[in-house]
């Protein structure tokens, strides 16, 4: 319906659902004027307000934005280069282990083993050793009832007491207890991993004061979320349309080996020269982006190209519509990687030409963290084994909040002999 709607009217297109007015901004130009606008002119916390009883009161969508923007401050460090070097080692090794475990020959359901393996990944990376010891022991499970929480009945009604709803509000409990006694041992113990918990028990506010242990949970939960299930997502894409794209997976792969015949171990920067899988994973970012929908309130009327999008209608941008527009991208149904390479640079055409990540002041911090992810995961996958896909192509399952594929989805795959990468 967006889709349709952008192609006749182009970059402003106004619907309802139900009682709820909607406008959506499509194209670069559109997305400009979106992604600028001030928070108290299109509001990102009266929309996201689903979130809370995830997060936590006391962060994220339920402090005011410039507190929202000081939480979440304090995690740039952890970002920065001489973690990732880090991360790209712990990458490696938890995709390493994964393959290890699979035998010579198999299937596996790509979107249950992606969500497994970045669960594993993100927590050993973002959240601690300690975190991640209990992953197969409570934490995923209960990870995962929170992930079941964030639902279409949800957006509307989130504190409704579905079973759904209800077995949420448990695992945010369990979690916030496993954490509570983490932070309580290292407190007993003096220990001081070099971990986002770490940072953040170590962090204060402007005002001097240090943040509490609710506060800290629903930061990580926070910043857990916003990285780990669409990266979960977007991998499954990656390998699907690899597996699918034959002539380019050869490429990577052959990349592969060039870099690693000679570097053997994975470093970040030896990812960093990846760029035939980094193509790949934009690619799919484009026309398979997790999230389809990105949601504002317009609390004051927003002005663009000669028309006035009143207070109290709900503004979108959709990923999923922009990324196919052929003014934009040439051929724009086509997986075609190279279109990020020189001299096409098709995505460099606008700042937000593409958008799967967000924009402006609510861009994804960890947009950095999730290519190099996907990339170590998907070096080790096509370096260890051949991939199969032997059911059609799988369509959008439009009923998640992110879009993964319909179920089922199987790959098939078999051990390579000639694995270079350690």
């Known amino acids: 319906m967006l889709s349709r709607g952008s192609r006749e009217h182009g970059d402003l297109v106004r619907f309802r659902l139900g009682h709820r007015k909607f406008v959506l901004f499509a194209g670069p ?11 108290d002119q299109l509001n990102a916390k009266a929309v996201y307000q689903f979130t809370v009883p995830i997060f936590g009161r006391g962060v994220a969508y339920d402090v005011p934005p410039e507190l929202m923007a000081e939480q979440l401050g304090f995690l740039f460090p952890a970002l920065r280069e001489a973690a990732m ?8 090794q938890e995709t390493k282990q994964f393959a290890d475990g699979l035998g010579e020959e198999g299937e596996i359901d790509l979107p249950h083993a992606m969500n ?7 927590s050993h990376c973002l959240l601690g050793q300690e975190v991640r010891d209990q992953v197969d022991s409570g934490f995923a499970e209960a ?69 509490g242990d609710d506060e800290i949970t629903g930061i990580l939960l926070t910043v857990l979320f916003a990285g780990q299930h669409t990266s979960a997502v977007l991998s499954t894409w990656t390998g699907l349309e690899l ?8 490429r990577a792969r052959e990349e592969v080996r060039g870099i690693y015949g000679e570097a053997g171990t994975m470093s970040f920067a030896s990812l960093k020269r990846q760029l035939t899988l980094e193509h790949a994973v934009r690619e799919c970012e484009r026309l398979h982006p997790p999230l389809i929908l990105l949601i504002r309130k317009v609390l004051r009327p927003v002005r663009y190209s000669g028309h006035v999008v009143p207070a109290g209608t709900l503004a979108v941008v959709s990923p999923a519509v922009s990324h196919r527009l052929p003014s934009v991208f040439a051929d724009p149904d086509r997986f075609a990687p190279d279109r ?3 001299p096409a640079s098709e995505d460099k055409q606008h700042h937000y030409a593409l958008i ?13 963290f999730a290519y190099q992810q996907l990339k170590a995961i998907w070096t080790v996958l096509l370096d260890r ?35 270079c990468v350690r």
């Open 29 to 39: 130009e559109a997305h400009d004027c979106y992604f600028r606008a001030p928070e």
């Open 340 to 342: 990020f390479a020189p």
């Open 243 to 250: 597996v699918r794209a034959r002539a380019y997976l050869e």
């Open 143 to 211: 990870y995962h009832e929170l992930q079941n929480g964030i639902n279409t009945l949800g957006f509307f009604l989130p504190r409704l007491p579905t079973p759904a709803h209800r077995r949420r509000d448990r695992a945010r409990r369990r979690v916030a207890e496993l954490f509570r006694l983490i932070m309580t041992g290292r407190r007993d113990s003096g220990a001081r991993p070099d971990d986002f918990m770490q940072m953040l028990m170590d962090a204060r506010y402007k005002d001097g004061r240090a943040l």
């Open 385 to 419: 084994f051949d991939w199969r896909l032997d059911t059609a192509f799988p369509e959008p399952n439009y009923g998640s909040w992110v879009t993964g594929p319909k179920l089922p989805c199987r790959l098939h795959y078999r051990r390579r002999s000639d694995a």
């Open 356 to 368: 799967g990540f967000g924009g402006g002041k609510h861009r994804c911090m960890g947009k950095s």
């Open 85 to 92: 070097q880090r991360f790209a080692r712990i990458m490696f």
């Open 116 to 122: 497994e393996l970045t669960v594993k990944i993100a």
